[in-house]
């Protein structure tokens, strides 16, 4: 099947604002998520987005949702040193939300520059 | 309390022995959740539990064997593992599989010598 898809690596300076991008497999998906993970680390849940939603903002995080590409980015204003980590999306299948499969990107690897 | 706890934090074993893995919330999620992650790599689901019922087997070895003994506690058993199971395994829990917003323990390292 499709893979839900993410850019490896991301370099920017501290300060910049940082935007991760996601191309996710299923137009019925309901939930999106971002999570983050700091080396040797469980995965943090960041944040979501409701599939009816075009954007959210939660602080520094800002989430946009365009369902007709499938595409989900993560803006991440003012970035930090401890910002530093893998990012992931993932998204909960029209067919699998009632089971709680979630499907997970490959990972952005965000590294930030003093 | 709004966390998932794992224990051990790291593992090693040989390839004879028989060891489990701990999985503890205390957030009255009704779902829980077993994921392998290789490095550099997401995390894969291996075992869903959904009040207390096993509802997913992702196709996992039975070398491979989870229970949940009660709604805040998960574990793996491990019995005759090979090194290519060397992994994060990490532990999650949701309110429910309806509900997928799922909080990450922080996983035990294991190594299978």
């Known amino acids: 099947g499709e893979d839900v898809e993410q850019s490896l690596f991301l370099s920017v300076r501290e300060g910049d604002s940082s935007v991760i991008n996601c191309t996710y497999t299923?137009?019925?998906?309901?939930?999106l998520y971002w999570y983050k993970q700091e080396p040797g680390a469980g995965l943090q849940l960041l944040t979501y987005?409701?599939?009816?939603?075009d954007m959210k903002q939660d602080q520094r995080l800002t989430v946009l949702l365009n369902k007709k590409d499938k595409h989900l980015s993560l803006r991440i204003a003012d970035t930090q040193t401890g910002d530093s980590a893998i990012y992931f999306c993932a998204e909960v299948p029209g067919d699998g939300g009632s089971q709680g499969n979630l499907i997970f990107g490959k990972g952005t690897k965000l590294s930030v520059k003093p | 309390d709004t966390e998932v706890t794992q224990t051990p934090k790291h593992l090693v074993m040989g390839m004879t022995n028989k060891k489990s893995l701990k999985c503890e919330q205390h957030?009255?999620?009704?779902?829980m959740y077993w994921y392998k992650q290789k490095a550099k790599k997401p995390p894969e689901l291996m075992f869903v539990?959904?009040?207390?019922?096993?509802?997913i087997n992702e196709s996992v070895p039975s070398r491979f064997s989870p229970e949940c003994p009660n709604s805040s506690l998960l574990n793996l058993h491990l019995h005759a593992l090979q090194p290519e199971d060397s992994a994060l395994y990490l532990c999650a829990s949701s309110y429910t599989t309806s509900y997928n917003e799922q909080f990450f323990g922080p996983g035990t390292r294991l190594t299978v010598l």
């Open positions: 299923d137009s019925s998906s309901t939930y």
């Open positions: 539990y959904s009040y207390e019922k096993l509802s």
């Open positions: 987005i409701f599939s009816n939603m």
């Open positions: 957030m009255g999620h009704r779902a």
